[in-house]
């Protein structure tokens, strides 16, 4: 089992810039494929980025391509996403999530959760 700590988040202007970072303890690191999504209030969790095991292939959500970059280490058990040209409507709790299996797109797929991070974007 694998579990996951966020770190990283903040308050940041329109237009700047923020790194999550996600540790993971536990041997199955490698096990696990990894995502970000995000929450706001009243609303169901949604689907940010994900990568591969290996590292090899990204996924993203159309509204954060071009923008957020995921990256992993799996010597260091982590996972980072790199936020740029932040907009206002990134502001929501942001989560590391790990999947074993599934579609990578889907929150019903992922079984390891980390506690969120709030990540809030000014106007």
């Known amino acids: 089992q694998v579990q996951l700590v966020e770190s990283g988040g903040g308050l940041a202007p329109a237009g700047g810039s923020l790194r999550l970072s996600c540790a993971a303890s536990?041997?199955?690191?490698?096990?696990?494929?990894l995502g970000w999504f995000r929450q706001t209030p009243g609303k169901e969790r949604e689907f940010v980025a994900a990568?591969?095991?290996?590292?090899?292939?990204?996924y993203y959500s159309p509204s954060v391509k071009e923008r957020f970059t995921i990256s992993r280490d799996n010597a260091k058990n982590t996972v980072v996403l790199q936020m740029n040209s932040l907009k206002p409507e990134d502001t929501a709790v942001y989560y590391c999530?790990?999947?074993?299996?599934?579609?990578?797109?889907?929150?019903?797929?992922?079984?390891?959760w980390g506690q969120g991070t709030q990540v809030t974007v000014s106007s």
């Open positions: 999530a790990g999947s074993i299996s599934g579609s990578v797109y889907y929150a019903s797929n992922y079984d390891r």
């Open positions: 536990g041997h199955t690191f490698n096990s696990y494929r």
């Open positions: 990568i591969t095991r290996a590292g090899g292939t990204p």
